[in-house]
């Protein structure tokens, strides 16, 4: 009996899938691996306090440059110390926690500011509507990074300005998608049907469109939380990011740039974590969007 004739049916005729495999090329490992090493980064984000064994900020100069411990370094400093002696490990655990919450709270503000506004141009259509579209395409127009530059350059860089700068980052998007979906979703029948019965429009906004919309939203949360992490981090390589005391992960890739030679852990362990948490938060997303669009089911 060949493979075919051994393929299990569904009721429908449909090859039986397991539906806990993503449709990735690598099968479920690839997702099972990138959700475990985002649980760990998220766990040490949150107890990086007690991870740590130094303060990110404690200084050794009589330990400064102390390589891995893998390339020669002694177990004092697992992943070694920059040009200050600061403990890279330690750095490490505070720069996810620093990264990972301006990321977050980036991300939410701009889901939150871009939904609100797509749903209101949609409501309220008119002018109203006019002048959020054309802050759309004023702000797709330009890369984020030239705004965020020319602010950061005039303002100067402070922890709530640059909090500010994240959750500008992508708005538009989320409002060029939940005003198309909320126009679209206004068109159907059975939203026609509960505003005859006499549904106010709140009602039928929170509670029968919001919800059939919402999934694609979440896929765009994934989409657009890497991408924050890397505006964090090439803000923050060019020095117009967060300040010192303040550590994150691309503060710490742009002190290690100059020392790539000597010291090339100082930039290239840091740049190994940004890397890895964008690669697997992007796999998830991946993974979470062919889930929930109906459009990508078998």
Do not use: C
Request: hydrophobic content about 50%; aromatic content about 8%; overall charge neutral.
């Amino acid at each position: 009996m060949n493979d075919l004739t051994r393929t299990r049916l569904e009721p429908g005729g449909r090859p039986l899938r397991r539906r806990w495999l993503p449709r990735l090329g690598g099968g479920g490992t690839v997702v099972v691996l990138s959700t475990i090493y985002l649980l760990a980064v998220v766990l040490t984000a949150l107890f990086a306090g007690w991870l740590s064994p130094y303060p990110p900020t404690e200084q050794d100069l009589l330990a400064r440059l102390t390589p891995p411990v893998f390339a020669g370094g002694t177990w004092a400093h697992p992943l070694g110390t920059d040009t200050l002696g600061r403990d890279i490990l330690s750095r490490l655990f505070h720069g996810m926690r620093v990264s990972l919450s301006l990321a977050l709270a980036g991300t939410v503000i701009g889901a939150a500011l871009g939904t609100l506004l797509g749903f209101l141009a949609a409501a309220i259509g008119g002018i109203f509507e006019d002048v959020v579209m054309a802050l759309v395409d004023f702000q797709a127009s330009l890369p984020f990074l030239i705004i965020a530059l020319a602010v950061l350059a005039f303002l100067g860089s402070s922890l709530t300005l640059f909090v500010m700068l994240m959750g500008l980052y992508g708005w538009e998007t989320y409002a060029r998608l939940s005003r198309g979906m909320v126009l679209s979703a206004q068109e159907r029948d059975h939203i026609a049907a509960i505003r005859s019965l006499g549904a106010k429009p709140l009602r039928v906004y929170l509670r029968h469109i919001f919800p059939n919309i919402a999934p694609v939203l979440i896929v765009q949360l994934t989409l657009n939380f890497p991408e924050i992490i890397l505006a964090e981090t090439s803000l923050s390589f060019l020095g117009l990011g967060l300040q010192p005391p303040h550590t994150s992960l691309g503060m710490m890739l742009g002190d290690g740039r100059d020392y790539l030679i000597v010291a090339w852990w100082i930039a290239v362990l840091p740049g190994m974590t940004i890397f890895l948490t964008t690669l697997s938060i992007s796999i998830l997303g991946d993974w979470v969007r062919d889930r929930l669009d109906p459009k990508l089911a078998d």
